[in-house]
């Protein structure tokens, strides 16, 4: 078996390396087609071999997603661009579709395949079957609890490795098998391209009574009813590490690189204290956490099945406290200077926190920045902007600033 991992998303190149700097020992990432994330920055070739190769570099893997599930149109795309990749040396391919798993077998032959989430796999008869069709790791259902995951690794082949969602956006409907999306506005969540529907706020149409509207309400501001909060099992890795889990993935394709970096650093820290048998939690993994934008809080099905309790009947809109605001590409330990690019406006005055990979955060007042020219502007508004700053502190390319509003 494969030491225990922390499985982190990549939305793009960038988000890639931030993720594996700040702690994951592997990413997953789609290509430009056949992943469930039509909206996410997703990799060329080209960002694919650079991914690759920074990933290797660190000895850490990559997992290209490949879960859509396919109509006959897509097979011989499939197939083309399968034969374009198939050399890259990609560590594995997420699949929910067994056609897809079959064209997958045929080109590499000895690649190896993980069962997305998508597939809802919920029983260890089922995850029986998927090793006979040489599926080496399960993404488990998100509707599973920690109980019922004991009995899945009782029962399944030594050799075959459970990976289960840890953190991040919940589901309304089934893992992900909703047709709202698609019915509303003919975008097709098994596609990659769902408009979260079940984020909206509704009323209620009596049907005599055409084009009155009443709404769902908990208070004025009305309600939503079909609002999952965000599973967050931070607090709760030792219960993880001891179900026979041995991925902790984060979901997120589409958030910042601010987020994965904020919330793959702190699940390092609560995943290396409990491989190291330490069962105290420090309440700074949380505050670090919630740092970045987020939901109220659920463990969803780990420990029971979710009730109101489990649901914002309020607001459907994310916790966001902090700005990010930049990002140092170098520094140079003489003078004391960063370089870096901003990315939301700062400026003079502001008082910055700035983190970095396996590294408290510290706080410092922006004293100073200089624009390309040289010249010193007292205001960065412009997007990914270059800026030299003097910083409190030494840094590295891959520290992050952020702001709170």
């Known amino acids: 078996m494969n030491k225990f991992e922390l499985l982190a998303p990549a939305g793009d190149l960038e988000k890639l390396k931030y993720a594996l700097m700040y702690g994951a020992d592997a990413v997953y990432f789609g290509g430009e087609g056949f992943s469930l994330r039509a909206s996410a920055g997703n990799f060329t070739i080209e960002d694919m071999k650079e991914g690759i190769a920074f990933a290797h570099e660190l000895d850490k893997k990559v997992y290209l997603t490949l879960n859509i599930y396919a109509h006959n149109e897509d097979i011989l795309p499939l197939k083309e661009y399968l034969d374009e990749i198939k050399d ?41 079957f998927w090793y006979k069709m040489g599926v080496k790791r399960l993404v488990l259902a998100r509707e599973l609890t ?21 953190h991040g956006a919940m589901c309304i409907s089934y893992s992900g098998r909703c047709l709202l999306s698609n019915f509303m506005i003919e975008r097709d969540a098994n596609r990659g391209e769902c408009a979260h529907p079940c984020r909206w706020k509704y009323s209620l149409v009596e049907a005599k009574r055409p084009g009155e509207y009443f709404p769902v ?16 099992m931070l607090e709760h890795m030792e219960d993880i590490i001891s179900s026979g889990i041995m991925s902790a993935k984060i979901e997120g394709r589409m958030k910042s690189v601010f987020y994965v970096a904020q919330i793959v650093q702190a699940y390092r820290r609560a995943i290396d204290a409990a491989l190291n048998g330490d069962k105290e939690i420090d309440p700074s993994w949380m505050s670090e956490l919630e740092k970045a934008s987020h939901r109220e809080f659920t463990t969803g099905f780990y420990y029971h099945q979710p009730t109101n309790k489990d649901q914002n009947y309020q607001t459907s809109d994310y916790t966001r406290e902090y700005s990010f605001v930049g990002v140092v590409k170098s520094y140079d330990e003489k003078t004391g200077y960063a370089i870096v690019e901003q990315r939301n406006k700062m400026v003079v005055g502001d008082e910055i926190e700035v983190f970095g990979p396996d590294t408290p955060f510290f706080k410092q007042v922006i004293t100073e920045m200089y624009d390309e020219e040289g010249e010193a502007v007292d205001s960065a508004p412009h997007p990914q902007q270059i800026l030299k700053m003097k910083m409190d502190k030494p840094v590295k390319e891959y520290f992050i600033l952020r702001k709170k509003k």
């Open 146 to 166: 920690l109980e019922e995951i004991k009995e899945i690794r009782a029962n399944i082949p030594e050799d075959m490795e459970l990976e289960a969602f840890v």
């Open 217 to 232: 309400e908990e208070d004025a501001r009305g309600t939503y009813i079909m609002n999952s909060r965000d599973l967050c």
């Open 88 to 128: 890259l040396g990609i560590d594995g391919y997420i699949v929910s579709d067994p056609g897809v798993i079959d064209v997958l077998q045929e080109i590499i032959p000895d690649c190896e395949i993980h069962l997305s989430t998508q597939a809802n796999m919920t029983n260890y008869q089922t995850a029986k």
